[in-house]
């Protein structure tokens, strides 16, 4: 099970929802995102895909060329979230996407 604390308690642990806000904010082309995985969408077909939006590296997930769910994203300041299967419905940043954003957001993956 992958835990989405920091260590540091100073700090406020980072959610699903604020990455789902840099995700929107992509969307929106409020912020740049730049691709960081070697192949293109098509090129990978299934598997972990990289982005970097504006200092946030995020993994999300192609499964046969669809977006389906964010595995991983790593803030500027350092703090982290993590997929995890026993996570309740709703609490992945790509589902708390509208059906919209999460179709730009697709589209925007396949067109780099």
């Given at each position: 099970?992958?835990?989405?604390?920091?260590?540091?308690?100073?700090?406020?642990?980072?959610?699903?929802?604020?990455?789902?806000?840099?995700?929107?904010?992509?969307?929106?082309?409020?912020?740049?995102?730049?691709?960081?995985?070697?192949?293109?969408?098509?090129?990978?077909?299934?598997?972990?895909?990289?982005?970097?939006?504006?200092?946030?590296?995020?993994?999300?997930?192609?499964?046969?060329?669809?977006?389906?769910?964010?595995?991983?994203?790593?803030?500027?300041?350092?703090?982290?979230?993590?997929?995890?299967?026993?996570?309740?419905?709703?609490?992945d940043?790509?589902?708390?996407?509208?059906?919209?954003?999460?179709?730009?957001?697709?589209?925007?993956?396949?067109?780099r």
């Amino acid at each position: 099970m992958v835990s989405n604390y920091c260590t540091d308690e100073s700090m406020p642990v980072l959610t699903a929802r604020d990455v789902c806000q840099v995700l929107r904010d992509a969307v929106f082309g409020r912020r740049v995102m730049i691709m960081l995985s070697a192949q293109t969408w098509d090129e990978l077909y299934a598997g972990m895909f990289m982005v970097k939006i504006e200092g946030w590296s995020i993994t999300v997930f192609n499964d046969c060329d669809e977006l389906d769910y964010c595995e991983g994203c790593i803030s500027p300041d350092g703090r982290r979230w993590s997929f995890d299967s026993g996570d309740r419905f709703g609490t992945d940043p790509i589902a708390l996407l509208s059906v919209w954003g999460h179709q730009t957001l697709e589209k925007q993956l396949k067109e780099r």
